[in-house]
C-alpha cells in the first residue's frame, strides 16, 4: 500500500535550513546565558538577597523553565507545529528580558546600593514582583523553545533517506556545539560587560541578541522542512489507558496478530514506520482486543486502540527509568552557577596585575572542555569505536550516558578536595573570619571540576538527547524533547531541596552549617559535594540496572515510494 506523505513537505529542509537554525540557536543561548548566568551575583549584589535564598531562586526558576517545556510540546505536537510554537514563545522570552533589563537600569525597580558597612537594604516586595513575572515570562518563553528547536532541527533531515540518516545524530553533536560556543561567548564577554560595564548593557546586549535570533529564526522559513502536528498525543495516551482498562477482564488473545491494526488510521503519526508489538507489559495490549462491541469501520479510540499506539505508550514508560537517571547529573552541575562560583569569588581570580576574570566566567572552562570534547568525539572517538562496534555512531546512546555519569561522579569528588585545598588557605592567612577578603590562592584551582562537568555533559547531555529523539514515537517528538528539559527541571528541583535540607538539617547551636548564608570559609562544602557523589554513585549502578534491561524500540520503517522505484518495501530496524 502507498504511503502517502502529503503532511510533510519533503523537498524543503537538509543542510541549507542549517545556517538558519544554528543562527537562532547561538543567539538565543547568548541571550539565556548572558542573563543566567551571572544572576547569582545580580541578586545578591543588587537586589541584597541571601545567599541560600538567590540560590534556591534561580534552581526554581530553572526548574520551571524546563517543566513548562511539556506545555510548549503539548501545543507544538498537537496543533500549532514546532515552527510557529518556537516563533511565539521567543517573542514571550524577548518581553520578559525587556522587563529585566528595565529592572536594572531604572533606579526605583531594585533597592539602594550598600554604603560602607551598613546592612544592606533587601529588595522590597514590589521590586521582587517585577523580578519575578520577568523570570516568569522567561520560564515562559524558554518552555516553548527549547522542546521544539532540537526536534525542529532534526526534522530537517529525512530518516527515511539513506544519504541523511546518519546525519540525525550528527546534528545534535554540532547542534550542542553551537549552543556551546555561544554559552562561551556569553561567560566571558557578557559577564564581563555585567561586572564591569553595568547591568543595563549587560542585561541589555542578551536583550538584543535574543532579538536578532527571532528575525534570523524567521528568516528561514521558506526553506523550513515542518511537520504538520498530528493531534494531542496526551489524549492518544489516555485512549489507550482507558481501553485497556475497559476491557481488564477481557481474555488475552492467544497470537498477537490478532491485535486491532489500521494502517489508515495511524498514517499521520506513523510517516517513517509504525511501531510493531513487544511481548512487555501485557495488560496494555488489552486495549487492541477486538470484541464483538467494536465498530471496525469507525472505532472508538476510548474502547479500541491500535497496536502502534499502545506501542507509543509502552515506548514512553520503558523511557522513564532512563530518564529519572538523568536527575542527578543535573542536581551536580547546577552547583557550578551557586556554590562554585561563590568560591571563585572568594579567590585569587587575576590574569594580570590590572585585569581579572569575573566570578561567572569560570563556567568557561565548562564550555571549552565541553567543545573540546564534542569535537574529540566527533573526529576521533567515533571513527576509532566504530572500527570495534560496527556501529554508524560508534558506541550506543545508552554507553555514551553511561560515560558521562561517570565522570560527573569524578567531578563532584574531586570539588570537595579543593574546598578543602581553599579552606585551608583561607585559615593560613587568617581570613576564615573575613568573608569579603580575597584569598590568596589562584582560581584555577577551580579547573578540575569545572572541566570534569564539561566533559561529562558532552556525553551524557547529548547521549540524553540522542536516546529520546530516538526512541520515542516520532508523532512525540517534542513531548520526548520536553522530557530531556523535564529531567533539569527535576535535577534542579532536586538541587533546592537538597540545598534547603542540608541547610537545615546541618545547622548547630552555635551558628555552624554546611552551607552558611553569609561566610562560606566557616562551612563544610566539602561534605555537600560529597554527599551529592554518594548519591551519583548509587545512581550510577541504578542507570547500569536500567540500561541493562531496556529494550530498544522497534519500528517498520516504510520506505519512500518516490526513493524505492515505487517499491512497497518494509525493513526491520532496532535503532541501536
Not at 560595564?197 to 522542512?225: C, N
Request: net charge neutral.
Amino acid at each position: 500500500m502507498k504511503q502517502k506523505h502529503h503532511h510533510v513537505q519533503k523537498k524543503q529542509g537538509g543542510i541549507i535550513t542549517m545556517p538558519f537554525i544554528f543562527a537562532n540557536e547561538i543567539c538565543e543561548k547568548l541571550a539565556v546565558v548572558g542573563f543566567g548566568t551571572n544572576m547569582i551575583s545580580y541578586l545578591t549584589s543588587q537586589l541584597h538577597l541571601p545567599m541560600t535564598k538567590a540560590a534556591n531562586t534561580l534552581t526554581n526558576f530553572g526548574g520551571t523553565s524546563a517543566m513548562t517545556s511539556l506545555i510548549g510540546a503539548f501545543i507544538a505536537d498537537s496543533f500549532a507545529g514546532r515552527f510557529w510554537t518556537i516563533t511565539i514563545a521567543s517573542i514571550i522570552y524577548q518581553i520578559g528580558m525587556i522587563s529585566l533589563t528595565l529592572s536594572a537600569v531604572l533606579p526605583n525597580l531594585r533597592p539602594p546600593p550598600c554604603k560602607n558597612d551598613e546592612i544592606c537594604e533587601e529588595a522590597d516586595s514590589g521590586q521582587l514582583a517585577i523580578l519575578y513575572v520577568s523570570l516568569l515570562l522567561t520560564a515562559l518563553g524558554s518552555g516553548g523553545i527549547r522542546p521544539c528547536v532540537v526536534s525542529f532541527g532534526a526534522d530537517q533531515f529525512d530518516e527515511n533517506d539513506p544519504e541523511q540518516k546518519t546525519t540525525t545524530w550528527k546534528f545534535f553533536n554540532w547542534y550542542y556545539f553551537c549552543m556551546g560556543a555561544s554559552i562561551l561567548v556569553a561567560t566571558t564577554v557578557i559577564v564581563y560587560v555585567q561586572d564591569n560595564v553595568g547591568w543595563g548593557w549587560g542585561l541589555g546586549i542578551p536583550t538584543a541578541a535574543m532579538f536578532i535570533s527571532i528575525i534570523a529564526f524567521i528568516f528561514g522559513y521558506p526553506l523550513y522542512r515542518k511537520v504538520d502536528p498530528a493531534g494531542s498525543p496526551f489524549t492518544r495516551l489516555l485512549q489507550v489507558c482507558m481501553a485497556a482498562y475497559r476491557k481488564r477482564n477481557v481474555p488475552m488473545v492467544s497470537d498477537h496478530k490478532m491485535l486491532y491494526q489500521n494502517e489508515d488510521l495511524d498514517a499521520a503519526i506513523s510517516v517513517g514506520g509504525k511501531l510493531v508489538h513487544t511481548k512487555s507489559m501485557k495488560f496494555l495490549d488489552k486495549a487492541a482486543i477486538v470484541t464483538e462491541d467494536d465498530n471496525l469501520k469507525a472505532p472508538n479510540p476510548w474502547k479500541l486502540s491500535t497496536v502502534h499506539r499502545v506501542e507509543e505508550l509502552k515506548s514512553l514508560i520503558r523511557m522513564g527509568p532512563i530518564w529519572a537517571a538523568g536527575i542527578l547529573l543535573i542536581t551536580a552541575a547546577a552547583q557550578q552557577n551557586t556554590f562554585s562560583l561563590q568560591q571563585a569569588k572568594s579567590m585569587d581570580r587575576h590574569l594580570t596585575k590590572h585585569f581579572q576574570i569575573p566570578a561567572a566566567s569560570m563556567s568557561v572552562f565548562t564550555q571549552t572542555s565541553m567543545l573540546s570534547t564534542i569535537v574529540f568525539y566527533d573526529r576521533l572517538f567515533v571513527p576509532l569505536t566504530r572500527k570495534f562496534t560496527g556501529l554508524e555512531r560508534g558506541i550506543s546512546f545508552l554507553t555514551r550516558m553511561g560515560i558521562g555519569f561517570f565522570i560527573s561522579l569524578l567531578a563532584t569528588f574531586a570539588a570537595g578536595f579543593i574546598e578543602m585545598r581553599r579552606k585551608h588557605a583561607a585559615s593560613a592567612y587568617g581570613l576564615i573570619e573575613h568573608p569579603q577578603a580575597t584569598i590568596p590562592i589562584s582560581v584555577f584551582w577551580l579547573m578540575p571540576q569545572y572541566c570534569l562537568h564539561g566533559i561529562a555533559e558532552a556525553f551524557m547531555s547529548i547521549g540524553h538527547l540522542e536516546f529520546f529523539y530516538d526512541q520515542a514515537p516520532e508523532s512525540m517528538r517534542s513531548t520526548a524533547t520536553a522530557l530531556f528539559w523535564l529531567s533539569i527541571s527535576a535535577g534542579s528541583y532536586t538541587s533546592t531541596l537538597l540545598v534547603t535540607l542540608v541547610h537545615k538539617f546541618t545547622a548547630g547551636q552555635n551558628g555552624s552549617n554546611w552551607l552558611p548564608d553569609n561566610n562560606l570559609n566557616k562551612g563544610k562544602l566539602e561534605y555537600f559535594y560529597w554527599l551529592i557523589t554518594v548519591m551519583q554513585l548509587v545512581n550510577l549502578i541504578y542507570y547500569m540496572l536500567c540500561a541493562k534491561f531496556y529494550t530498544l524500540k522497534p519500528v517498520q520503517v516504510h520506505q519512500a515510494v518516490d526513493e524505492r522505484e515505487n517499491k512497497d518495501e518494509i525493513e526491520l530496524t532496532d535503532h541501536v
